[in-house]
């Protein structure tokens, strides 16, 4: 049975065509995909949190389908990737470590193409509207330098204390008008 209780879910674009001026081409796109979830844990202390693996993976599953799809691109066109999780005042930071960590990235992988590196993720506590600034880098090579980005998201109404913003960002292009090198 599934944990799986999704309020909302938000997609936010971002599709850079300049920068300082000058002509970002083609554009540096990202998209943040991010459900509001409620927490089957709030209010209470759980010892054994391996149902947040599966959820971590359900969730994850939706969101990056839905984010390649946004974007209108094949999968093996997204070059960068991240995740995040705010987790509402009646949860704990462990709750999104559980979401986020053990299963969560498969299911991202498939739906990328591919994926050889690390998701780079945070993670915090907050009330609705708190923000969350999320690091992106290159699916398949975390040192390369042109793709370090970051992105960040606010739902207003999110997370209510028993419930959890969690995202999936996608990136293509890397950062506008980048040129240090890898």
Sequence with gaps: MSLLDIRKIVAQ?????????RPVSPPSRKITMAAV??????????????????????????L????????????????NYGKGAIIGTMGEIEHSAALLHPRFGAPVRVA????KDIIPGTKKVGAPGSSITMPLTN????WDFDHMDSTEITIPDAPRPDEIVIAVCLGIGGRPLHRIGK
Aim: proline share 5%; glycine share 12%.
């Design 13 to 21: 674009l971002e599709e850079t065509l300049t920068e300082n001026g």
């Design 64 to 79: 990056a389908e839905r984010g390649v799809a946004l974007l209108g691109v094949k999968p093996d066109d997204i070059q």
């Design 139 to 142: 699916k398949n090579n975390i």
């Design 112 to 115: 990328v193409g591919s994926g």
């Design 37 to 62: 979830i409620k927490n089957p844990y709030a209010g209470q202390y759980v010892e054994d949190l391996t149902p947040l693996y599966d959820l971590g993976a359900e969730v994850s599953k939706i």
